[in-house]
């Protein structure tokens, strides 16, 4: 299963994907970016994958978001600003 939550602020939209990324739910993900893209206003879109448990090999995560090369994230959201 794979859940979908996206966080907006002024500065950025940020997509955080939870669960598992395999081949049934890339679409799913391509459809939020498509979706999110739409309202970014000027924002930056952030795409949150630390909370994965699983990618599936047969993935090209840049094929997702290759057409912006949006910022995909690893690292704890809540960390502070070093």
């Known amino acids: ?3 979908i939550s996206a966080i ?3 500065n ?3 997509l955080v994907l ?3 990324l395999i081949v049934p739910w890339t679409s ?3 459809s939020a970016c ?3 893209r739409q309202t970014l206003e000027g924002r930056e ?3 949150d994958l630390k909370n994965l448990t699983v990618i599936s090999v047969g993935i090209p995560m840049m094929s ?3 057409s912006d090369l949006m910022p995909i994230s690893s690292e704890r959201s809540d960390a502070e600003p070093s």
């Open 1 to 3: 299963m794979l859940r």
């Open 45 to 47: 879109l952030v795409v």
């Open 34 to 36: 498509e979706k999110a």
């Open 8 to 10: 907006e602020d002024h």
């Open 12 to 14: 950025e939209q940020r």
């Open 28 to 30: 799913e993900v391509r």
């Open 18 to 20: 939870e669960g598992k």
């Open 64 to 66: 997702i978001s290759h």
